[in-house]
């Protein structure tokens, strides 16, 4: 059974930093495509970030570029989402996602529905 679980969410001081990590169960990085994605309460669920398999490039939600970075590491099978500076409006269930279905590459990533999800990291950003 393919899973992926997310772990390193939670309280912090908006300016602070959390890094979220993202392993897979039944299955290697490999070449998949590996999204974060976020919902706040009553808010629509966005994408935040979206890392290649292929090349490693990867794509930022606007809000998040330059704040946010994804990466992997194949040795350890696993993506994490380092976090920094971050505000209340960050504050949100932080999501990890494998398309183990659909492209190799990111683009687009926002609104496809990848095929592996976890259950979700609680992050708060308050004072």
């Known amino acids: 059974q393919f899973q992926v679980a997310e772990s390193g969410g939670g309280l912090v001081q908006p300016g602070g930093s959390l890094r979220l990590s993202c392993s897979p169960s039944g299955f290697d990085l490999d070449y998949y495509a590996f999204g974060w994605f976020r919902q706040a309460p009553g808010k629509e669920r966005e994408g935040v970030a979206c890392?290649?398999?292929?090349?490693?490039?990867?794509y930022y939600l606007d809000s998040v570029r330059g704040r946010f970075t994804i990466s992997r590491d194949d040795d350890k099978n696993t993506v994490y989402l380092q976090m920094t500076s971050l505000k209340p409006e960050d504050t949100a269930v932080y999501y990890c996602a494998a398309d183990m279905l659909g492209p190799l590459e990111c683009a687009g990533y926002e609104g496809r529905d990848f095929s592996t999800w976890g259950r979700g990291t609680q992050v708060t950003v308050s004072s």
């Open positions: 890392i290649q398999g292929t090349d490693g490039s990867a």
